[in-house]
Structure formats: structure tokens, C-alpha cells
């Protein structure tokens, strides 16, 4: 059982570059979140998708673009990376409210 | 606003002693809450949860919490440290509409021999 999976596991991007952060999710949930984590400052959230369809801003989404693909798949775009946006990213999924969100293994990502 | 409050940063321990991380929480509602662990390098897993049910929580590895709504509090404890418990540990609570979570900024847990 896969669970929740991203790819890339690292990347070093060059200011300006754009990516996408791809996220996918073999549980059937309904709800898919990005989250950042920085040293100090614990899991801040971007981006969530609550359903197929749907997509939310969350605490910090200033720079980011997400894409709800289909219920598996919830991907993170940065359009013209900054190095403020080096930081630890995590996808995460749940069936529904206040049940466990279950977290993929993260992408480190360097912008120089 | 819903906040969570991790009061310790950093807490050091022996092995074989008793395990305290402290957490308090704010919030205008019943939230449910959730203590998190991430081991170096790794992603967040699920050590216990809170959803108005028990006030006593009994989760993985040997950890427990209790939810004390007058203390507005949800501290982490386990009787008995091991090598392998160092890592971070959040305490987190659900937004109001259930749908994200509120992160502590996290305490770390060094355990020594």
C-alpha cells in the first residue's frame, strides 16, 4: 500500500525556474492539502482541495498555483521560483473532516 | 483564531525516564486534536488523536495524551524513554471547519543513554 507519494524526493531550482510538485494519493480520500515546513515555524498550509474540483487557499499561497488532476492526484506549482520558497514540501490526504491526514515523505526543494 | 502552543522547543531526557511535551491549545470550539511525530528525514506520522471521545488517548510506541478542557491543554507523555522516541513532535488542532490542521511549531525530543 503506496498511501500518499510525491515526486520529486529533491530539487535545486535557479530563481525564476518554475516546477510543478506532484502528489498523488492511492486511499480513495476526498481531501488533499499541501503544506511547507521551515526550521522553527512547524507545518504551515499552502494549498487544499477538500474535493475533486475544489480547490482553497490556505495560510501562506502567495507564489503557488495547485491543480486538483482528479481524486488521486493533487499537484503544487511555482510559476517563478524565489529562494523564500526553499523550504520542505509535504502533501497530505484525508477521507473527510477532523479524520488523520496521512502525509507523503516530502520534497526538499533549494531555489539558489 | 484557532492556535496551538508547543511550550517547550526543545526537551532532553534519559533514556528509561519519563517523557513530557506540553501543548495548549486556543480555540472557540470542540476541535479535535493530534499529536504528530517526524523522524529525521522523514515524513509526519500519526502517534495519536483526540475527537471529543476519551479524554485519555492512548497511541503508538507507548504514548499517551490528555485533553483537559480547562487547562485547554493536550500534553504528551510516555512513562519510559527509548533512543529510537528522539525526533519532532507537533501538537495539532483541526480548523474549524475540519478540513486543515493547525500546526505547533514543533518540539524536538533528544534522548540520551
Redesign the interface.
Known amino acids: 500500500n503506496a498511501g500518499v507519494t510525491q515526486t520529486p524526493k529533491f530539487q535545486v531550482l535557479k530563481t525564476g525556474q518554475s516546477m510543478t510538485l506532484q502528489c498523488a494519493q492511492d486511499m480513495n480520500h476526498n481531501?488533499m492539502?499541501w503544506?511547507r515546513q521551515d526550521p522553527?515555524?512547524?507545518?504551515?498550509?499552502i494549498y487544499?482541495s477538500?474535493s475533486e474540483g475544489t480547490t482553497?487557499k490556505?495560510e501562506v499561497p502567495n507564489g503557488y498555483n495547485v491543480s486538483r488532476l482528479n481524486k488521486r492526484e493533487f499537484s503544487l506549482r511555482l510559476e517563478s521560483a524565489a529562494p523564500s520558497q526553499t523550504s520542505v514540501y509535504?502533501c497530505?490526504s484525508t477521507q473527510?473532516?477532523?479524520e488523520?491526514?496521512?502525509?507523503?515523505?516530502?520534497t526538499r526543494l533549494l531555489v539558489l | 483564531a484557532q492556535s496551538v502552543t508547543q511550550l517547550d522547543?526543545h526537551v532532553s531526557v534519559s533514556e528509561g525516564t519519563p517523557v513530557l511535551l506540553r501543548c495548549n491549545y486556543s480555540s472557540s470550539y470542540s476541535p479535535?486534536l493530534?499529536w504528530?511525530v517526524q523522524h529525521p528525514n522523514?515524513?509526519?506520522?500519526?502517534l495519536l488523536?483526540y475527537?471529543s471521545a476519551a479524554t485519555l488517548v492512548k497511541g503508538i510506541n507507548g504514548f499517551e495524551a490528555e485533553f483537559k478542557k480547562s487547562e485547554t491543554s493536550f500534553h504528551l507523555t510516555k512513562p519510559s524513554a527509548h533512543m529510537s522516541d528522539a525526533a519532532e513532535y507537533?501538537c495539532v488542532v483541526?480548523d474549524p471547519?475540519?478540513?486543515?490542521?493547525i500546526?505547533?511549531?514543533?518540539t524536538t525530543l533528544s534522548v540520551s543513554s
Open positions: 481531501s492539502y503544506y522553527g515555524m512547524g507545518l504551515r498550509l487544499y477538500a482553497d490556505g509535504f497530505a473527510g473532516n477532523q488523520t491526514q496521512y502525509f507523503g515523505p516530502g | 522547543s479535535s493530534f504528530y522523514k515524513g509526519l506520522q500519526l488523536k475527537t507537533f483541526s471547519r475540519g478540513t486543515a490542521l500546526f505547533g511549531k514543533g
